[in-house]
């Protein structure tokens, strides 16, 4: 399943985009049994932007893969600032309850490179 | 649509301005569709006030424009800097659900040149 | 409509007091229509505080008065640091929808040179 | 109403201790109306913890006595200070509408002397 | 009761990893009463990650011990510092209310030693 | 202060109509103090509905004139009834706190006689 | 203390009267601890209303009473219904937890031969 | 725009479809603002169930009509019915404040004929 | 375990007695792992109450007795209906999720023959 | 799939079990797109009730079927009823927004000849 971009409109603005997939679900691959949670991804683009309907793609495609939890939030991670090379990312998963505990990940990366000078910017 | 201003009552105060339109829609330009959100406009004024209701006037002039989720929200930014020469401002868009996926865009700008000193602001 | 005060029971240390009014109404000096909103005052006092009662009544004064939401909230500051000469002090208004828009307005000012040393303060 | 204390179980460690009691109530000196509250108080022990029967009865030691808001948020504040020697302490109160208004004051102290090295605390 | 780990997947990567359970319950050593709290554990993993399943049963071993908030926070602590040799690690514990009063205690403990360069985190 | 009405459009169903005004306000005639409230009207039109800026002006009506809870919730539904004459209507008024206490007045009217057969209604 | 009555203005009408009061207090008479409670009173008046003010001091002289949740809650329905002889009552309170239990008592009263026909009524 | 339908999987057993459109836009009539506001269908099925994609249609089909509430709200019912001809139907509008009012409708309709036996239903 | 009982102050009057016990906790038999819940009793006394000290107690007792939850909510309803002859009494318990279900039981038993004339009571 | 049962511990009395599935996601047909709910199962057993485990196993085996949201709601009506021939059922479905849409289904079914006298039931 292929992350699909488009050229970001303002590359030079840093500026913030979030999308929160509260459908993500995907199996654990000790029991078998299905995980259920929420992914949100939140980023500043450099020179690219992720297309929406093939994220939503991406994101199905876990569905019935076996996964633990850190490691699908940092393939997620990894898989957009493979696509992306966005200035900075960061992902977060938010399970519902196993075993009468809820667990959240949150991993993030950032490129100072190309970071963009602050003098318009925030 | 112009947006029409008036003089800023304190401008030795920095001091905060926001605005929250919760009916805000334009059309998807892919897929023809409406999409929904809510515009929040925060930003600290310099010698200009946006008048409110040029500025409704002005968020219902894309009722029927298409554009994307990232465009829009800085094509507000741009507008509104270009009408107010703010301080600071911010434009955030929060998005209905589109594909069972929430999208947030946030975009700020300062003109520290404008800033006016800290000694009796915050 | 006069603000009295008493004196600041521990003046040798800053502390924070608030007071949120959530039942404000003025008038809307261009179309005649009354404003409703919640007026949040949050302040370190100095020598004064200021006696609730009367704050009421202060507050009170402004309801067949037309004034512009930014105006009031900058009358409303100037006039309690008129009345208190605070340490700092911050005032927000927060207003019910009109037109479809919700709207804040947050001013503050500080007196660096009333401040205290923070050896036994935060 | 004598406050009680306990050994810190983790001297060694700066971590905090929150306990919050929604049932507070004394009586207005002006008006001799019941007062109605919720009192946070949140601490770094250094030697000594409050016992959480005896901080329940001092609290209950207000309940027919007439004191004025910011004096009973300093006075139990000084009363924690004399007992514990805390490293740092806060105490909030939040009081219920009295004409219409919603009031907190939030006091802290801290004993820099006291603090430990963060080498393995936060 | 042992607190099993695995092998973190992204060690290269400073990345948050919180589990909250809900439903922990242990007895007040004073009154014999049962106590009832969250338990939320937010930890930077280094080498190894805790087992979900060996968390659940390490913290359903308190169900009959008589322990102090105090106490069993700093404890549950202590022992995933030394099972898991984290980068950084908080355990909070938010008890339901006794006597009227609610309580909550945050212990937390870095090791910067094994904090990594933040180059490509965040 | 005039209700004005328009032509029901569908008099042949029994429908419900509600309109929430929650900036109602009116002074206390014992104590000159302003009360604040929300005003709820919900009926079943006959041959008439209200018009919403006469209604809105209506309510305005009462901002300066000091009249008790129970009078005016009656008094708003009597001029209704007296302007609409209804199938059947509701007025509830629900007020902000005095004295620590929220009061909510609810009164109905029903005209049997005016009312439609259900064969085809609910 | 001695509840005050007042005329209803719409004796002919059946309508609702509710005041709630979330700042009830009184003490356990086995345990000498202080409780706390909301207070629902709900009745239709026949030809008296109970006078706000008085209402709030009667409900203040159980603030030093030793006295059960289901007396107290029975005693308030009686005095009310000696006072004003509604059509119909209803008291309930609604208790913090106590042991981590929370307690809610609902009593209520009808006069049906005090009760109007419902022609033009509910 | 046309209500496209299916076939009812399940005609012998009366059961509820209910359909929430949160994003309904159309325009008021009077000053050519926009109005917004949610859109409830619940219906039981006779032999025809509507399709989901030619509803989110036909609601679009009112985003630039002039149209005042209690039409719109009784226009969807008839075309809905005629349509489906189901055994029962209600539609509910819930709009956003205008003039710091919010107003529902609520009209519903239904065909004692086509109901069936309760025999093996509710 | 014993539920103890005192004498119903208004046997006269039927009235609502509720209890909520938020902390509840047994073990399942088949897993052996403990499951939580919230157990909720409403009654209407006869001449008995329960005692609130004892029935904590009571249920503290499930602790660590391997139950199901239909088997444990029948049984408290059983055991209270045995020591309380109440007029009416309903026992429900909510549990927290297990394997991503949450599961709520309703109990309730009447004994009409106890039941009192209403003619002064609901 | 199937749905295992297990004997009823009180079949003389009629009493309520819920079980609410917030987990569950099937496909729909028409798209191939995921599709997520929430399943709400009431019923009141007559010999037999159903194992939860093969429940949730159950409730799983809809992951990849493509169906409606109508004809997977009267489904599974339909094989819990051939299961547990309970004296009564309800299944709801509450379905995450499709096009900004919510739906949800609701159905039932009774067989009051297997209902029992309620001369000690509700």
Redesign the interface.
């Known amino acids: 399943m292929r992350l699909e971009t488009f050229e970001?409109?303002?590359p030079q603005?840093d500026?913030?985009?979030?999308?929160?997939?509260?459908?993500f679900?995907s199996v654990c691959p000790k029991t078998g049994?299905?995980d259920?949670g929420t992914v949100v991804i939140e980023y500043v683009a450099d020179r690219l932007?992720v297309e929406?309907?093939s994220?939503?793609l991406y994101l199905?495609s876990y569905?019935?893969r076996g996964i633990?939890y850190?490691?699908v939030?940092?393939q997620i991670l990894d898989d957009l600032v493979a696509a992306l090379r966005p200035r900075r990312i960061?992902v977060e998963t938010h399970w519902?309850?196993?075993?009468?505990?809820?667990?959240?990940?949150?991993?993030?990366?950032?490129?100072?490179a190309r970071r963009r000078p602050r003098?318009?910017?925030?």
């Open positions: 970001n409109p303002r603005r500026y913030v985009i979030r999308h929160e997939a509260p459908e679900t049994q299905p259920f932007c929406l309907k994220l939503k199905q569905r019935n633990f850190e490691a939030t940092n960061r519902t309850p196993r075993g009468g505990m809820r667990s959240v990940i949150i991993a993030e990366q950032a490129h100072p003098s318009n910017g925030r």
